[in-house]
């Protein structure tokens, strides 16, 4: 009983070493990103770190179980050496990946503002990026080394310097003390990876309803429980918040015969059908564009397009990362579960995208996107997309613009991308995502020293990117289609926020975008206050070059003044919606918070309970429409019929 009692002593002194290993990873992922926390009192701090324990506990078991069975299960070769050198690789492999989960977070945590899940593990898969990451964050490598080092340091304390005697394996009859402890351990290890004993087990959730400023979230979770829940709740289920009959009438996905869009009576009609062109800018920020906020100068040329464009001032992109924007963009399909729809247990259901739909009315379709070709699985979700071609790093075919780590730089590929476009059989729509204002902040060395620079490394490849994006229009301009084209631009999604700016570290300024609709011709002018979201451009599209068919999105046509204006999407562990006035919080089971976001730009007042009026209205078409986006994902069924 003894020697079984100092074999658990063993194993709790080890995960013991791993409990402080976490809170000093937590510790380190504040000091990486303080600047998007508000500020925390020194005891409201170590609550914090406190409630932390729990998601640590939690962690620690799923990630050593292996470990802690192991160390518990009856057998007479504990104390032998091999059987420490087994433990201790298993305690090295598993803790290990666990360590670089935690630390890849301390830099990227800036881009998602949440912690990382398997959404950001499936953008892991260029791995051309990863020496100049290793170059650019070399104190992140250096960190975790020290900690491993300390972390053996420790190990060693408890490492058994004597062998076991060598005697035949008994049976486990014979050990019912040792089986009577290891069910105790199990028990308790079981109650610690629930996170208790209460009815469901831990969630994300949890660690908002402890902070009064859900940001605060992030620092009491860690990312390999992050990691591993989302792994384990891949799997939607269908709320039953309607009945199917009440859900078709507060919510519908399918359109048909939609014409909304009406040319003004002072633009002639075109001669031919009209060509759409949609330019997505990679991490092109609200709030780093001069046209929202006056005396930024990184933007200049989208200023100015913007100046002569139709811009809407309230738009919202659908989620955080290039796989969820340009999802929603060309297939009308938001951001309501914690995967990308590409990467998501659902990527091989049915589905239209705006290639096989434009089909029908004659359109071919081409996607253009200068990075390395298989970046993030685009080439194969445009096919399935029904786009006809897809030109990427390849299809270029000169590497003398290769940026060295994502693809070819904007400037030279969007030049060649506009003389392309003139070979394309009209009337063509052409989709157009840039890379350049993209760690790890490359500009062309016959520009180096030529942008603007600011808080942030991200702001010079923006303002190369604006470049980029002038030199496109200059050379659209010589080409036969350019008069004859509809021009929507938009971001993929926000870039991490500047420190100043606290709106854009909260989940609707973490989101909030813009877009603007221009055409040479100056048919579309001024401003627009109205809310708008990514899933708005597909329904847009197909409405102003006169399809008329059946088609499925989760947004409207923006000529289409009769729909309900909303924009919405899920941000671990929280989804939301908002209109032109509030902004609704809700964590699956009720609403959390009511926001006036546009007075309240901090989300400092919760108005949840003070205009219960507003706050069920905006509840029950959330609602309607998960319950919608599930049941359809779920069962198949995102093709109208």
Not at 23 to 35: E, K, Y
Not at 123 to 143: A, E, H, M, R, S
Not at 179 to 205: D, K
Not at 489 to 497: E, K, S
Request: charge should be negative; proline fraction near 6%; include cysteine.
């Amino acid at each position: 009983m003894k020697e079984q009692l100092f074999h658990i002593e063993i194993l709790l002194k080890r995960l013991g070493i791993v409990l402080i290993l976490y809170s000093a990873c937590r510790l380190l992922f504040f000091v990486f990103n303080m600047d998007l926390f508000p500020p925390i009192p020194p005891g409201e701090f170590l609550q914090i770190m406190g409630y932390g324990l729990r998601y640590d506990v939690s962690s620690i078991i799923y990630v050593n179980i292996i470990f802690i069975i192991l160390h518990v299960i009856p057998n007479p070769y504990f104390d032998t050496p091999r059987y420490q050198r087994i433990l201790k690789i298993l305690f090295y492999s598993f803790n290990g990946l666990a360590l670089l989960l935690e630390s890849g977070d301390w830099i990227y945590f800036e881009y998602g503002l949440k912690r990382t899940d398997a959404h950001e593990l499936g953008l892991t898969g260029d791995t051309n990026i990863l020496p100049q990451v290793i170059k650019d964050y070399w104190i992140i490598f250096v960190i975790a080394f020290l900690l491993i080092l300390a972390v053996e340091y420790l190990y060693r304390k408890t490492e058994i310097h004597r062998n076991a005697p060598k005697v035949p394996s008994p049976r486990l009859i014979h050990y019912p003390k040792q089986l009577i402890i290891m069910l105790v351990i199990v028990t308790f290890g079981v109650i610690g990876a629930r996170g208790g004993i209460q009815q469901e087990p831990l969630s994300p959730n949890e660690a908002a309803n402890v902070v009064e400023d859900g940001r605060y979230s992030s620092l009491i979770i860690n990312t390999p429980f992050s990691v591993i829940y989302a792994f384990g709740h891949r799997e939607l289920h269908e709320p039953k918040y309607f009945e199917p009959e009440e859900l078709s009438k507060r919510f519908q996905i399918f359109h048909d015969n939609v014409k909304y869009y009406k040319r003004p009576d002072t633009i002639p009609a075109p001669k031919q059908p009209e060509n759409v062109c949609v330019i997505i800018l990679e991490s092109f920020s609200k709030e780093y564009i001069g046209y929202f906020n006056p005396g930024q100068p990184y933007t200049p040329f989208l200023d100015s397009l913007m100046g002569v464009g139709l811009t809407f001032t309230n738009a919202y992109s659908n989620g955080k990362s290039s796989n969820q924007g340009i999802i929603a963009v060309t297939t009308g399909i938001p951001v309501l579960m914690g995967e990308p729809f590409i990467s998501s247990i659902y990527q091989h259901n049915d589905f239209e995208g705006i290639g096989t739909i434009l089909d029908r009315v004659g359109y071919s379709s081409y996607f253009f996107h200068g990075a390395n070709n298989g970046s993030m699985e685009f080439d194969r979700f445009t096919e399935e997309a029904g786009f006809t071609g897809y030109f990427g790093r390849n299809e270029y075919g000169n590497d003398k613009d290769f940026d060295g780590n994502w693809g070819i730089f904007d400037e030279p590929f969007l030049k060649w991308t506009a003389n392309k476009m003139s070979t394309l059989p009209a009337p063509f729509y052409s989709e157009i995502f840039t890379i350049s204002s993209h760690h790890p902040f490359t500009v062309p060395k016959q520009h180096i020293g030529k942008f603007p620079k600011g808080q942030i490394p991200m702001l010079e490849v923006v303002a190369y990117g604006d470049y980029a994006l002038r030199k496109f229009f200059e050379e659209a301009k010589k080409q036969p289609w350019y008069e004859n084209t509809l021009f929507i631009l938009t971001a993929d999604h926000p870039g991490p926020p500047l420190p100043e700016h606290e709106f854009y570290q909260e989940q609707v300024g973490a989101h909030s975008t813009w877009m603007v609709v221009y055409k040479a011709n100056g048919e579309f002018h001024g401003t627009s206050e109205m809310t708008v979201q990514q899933t708005d451009i597909m329904p847009t599209v197909l409405d102003y070059v006169g399809y008329r068919g059946k088609f499925m999105a989760f947004g409207n046509s923006i000529f289409d003044t009769t729909a309900e204006r909303y924009a919405y999407n899920f941000h671990t562990p929280d989804y939301m919606i908002l209109d032109n006035n509030y902004f609704l919080q809700f964590n699956g089971g009720h609403a959390i918070g009511l926001y006036e976001y546009k007075k309240d730009s901090t989300m400092g007042k919760n108005l949840l309970f003070e205009y219960p009026d507003v706050t069920a209205s905006m509840e029950q078409k959330l609602k309607a429409i998960i319950q919608t986006h599930h049941h359809v994902m779920i069962n198949n069924k995102l093709v109208a019929e």
